[in-house]
């Protein structure tokens, strides 16, 4: 598990995390277990490169990677950061080369092999990308990969850039990077979300033996976005049984976490770690879940630290009231279940959603009532 929330994800539009955020998720990301954090491109600013050297120092578990492009300078500001990994890359497809670049595919190679070479020789373990590789001839592709590995790389990324993937497109790929290199190679895959297939096409490139993911947090990155680290994790998980050794449980408070910092608010459905990922309207479904969670869950909320939330209306019965009360933390008597699906049936016309507070509410009236003491929110609380 490869995560580059600080690095491709603080290229968000709009964002710009200074060293004490980028360090206060590289903690969270540490202690979820993630295995390399790309903690930023220390020739892009101070910041960043201050943010490598510290991030260095706090985490136990993670290693570091730091990014440069493919020229001796970028390469020395990583080393200077003391980044465990180096992370060198350069655009390999036409359209790069001609208009961004401006260089021949000789000269591309030449660079890449260059800067390889020179990251080694600070004794730094070298990630190799090639930035737009899936819009890249793939024979000049696999040319420039067997070139970085017999200079001495011995992980290689496959970056989707501009998300043009498709996930069949993408296992093809992969299966073809993977039968040119030698098996110790590290194969990673990095895909963008353009269209919306950065998930799918990140499970394709492991399917197709990638050895690594590159996903941020909540997806955030540049346009719309990379693969998201908590959906990656749960559907390796739960769906192709891989086991990432990303303490799952802490995924919700992760993304809640990374949310507030970057200053974004989720959408509700946000999968895995939405508000509503795990939350069931009245009706068939509410019935079905508790009956069996199994029926309407593809996952146990628990399992990636959410919970389940019955959302109530007006064609709910007790059991669903009960149920989302004790969900809220309360022991209710059947009185105080009556009570409360009585005020829903009067209310649920009115008022588009039953929200947590709204019952809350209900019940804070039904304890004022009970002990006669309306307006004494201490007593009130007392006798709960
Ligand atoms: O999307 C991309 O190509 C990148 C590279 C720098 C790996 O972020
Ligand atoms: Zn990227």
Request: proline residues 4%; charged residues 25%; glycine residues 8%.
């Amino acid at each position: 598990m490869f995560d580059t929330t600080l690095r491709d994800g603080d290229q968000m539009p709009g964002i710009e995390l200074d060293a004490s955020e980028k360090i206060s998720i590289a903690i969270l990301l540490d202690e979820a277990r993630v295995d390399i954090i790309e903690a930023g491109f220390p020739a892009s600013s101070r910041i960043d490169y201050e943010s490598v050297r510290s991030i260095k120092r706090e985490v136990s578990y993670s290693r570091v990677a730091a990014l440069a492009r493919a020229n001796p300078d970028d390469v020395d500001a990583a080393a200077a950061a003391e980044a465990d990994i180096i992370h060198v890359f350069i655009a390999t497809s036409d359209t790069h080369m001609r208009y961004k670049l401006r260089m021949s595919p000789e000269e591309v190679i030449r660079s890449a092999v260059d800067a390889v070479e020179r990251a080694r020789s600070y004794g730094a373990y070298v990630l190799f990308s090639a930035e737009d590789a899936t819009r890249s001839d793939p024979a000049f592709l696999v040319r420039v990969y067997k070139s970085v590995v017999a200079a001495g790389a011995k992980y290689i990324n496959i970056p989707d850039t501009v998300g043009t993937a498709t996930p069949w497109r993408m296992e093809w790929l992969v299966g073809l990077v993977r039968s040119s290199l030698p098996g110790y190679v590290s194969i990673d895959v990095h895909c963008h979300n353009d269209f919306g297939l950065a998930v799918a096409n990140t499970l394709a490139g492991v399917r197709a033996g990638a050895d690594g993911v590159q996903v941020t947090v909540n997806g955030f990155g540049e346009r719309g976005g990379n693969a998201a680290l908590e959906e990656v994790v749960a559907a390796l998980h739960f769906l192709m049984g891989y086991r990432t050794g990303v303490r799952m449980e802490m995924l919700t408070k992760l993304s809640g976490m990374v949310a507030e910092v970057f200053g974004v608010k989720m959408p509700p459905n946000k999968p895995v770690t939405g508000l509503n990922a795990f939350a069931h309207e009245a009706g068939i479904h509410v019935h079905g879940v508790l009956k069996n969670p199994a029926t309407y869950e593809p996952m146990p909320p628990e399992a990636v630290g959410n919970r389940r939330r019955i959302v109530l209306g007006r064609h709910s019965g007790r059991a669903a009231v009960a149920y989302a009360l004790k969900a809220m933390g309360y022991e209710p008597s059947s009185e105080a279940v009556d009570f409360v699906l009585e005020k829903l049936k009067e209310a649920a016309p009115r008022i588009k959603k039953v929200s947590e507070d709204i019952i809350e509410k209900w019940m804070m009236e039904y304890y004022s009532r009970k002990i006669g003491a309306a307006g004494d929110v201490k007593t009130v609380i007392a006798a709960r």
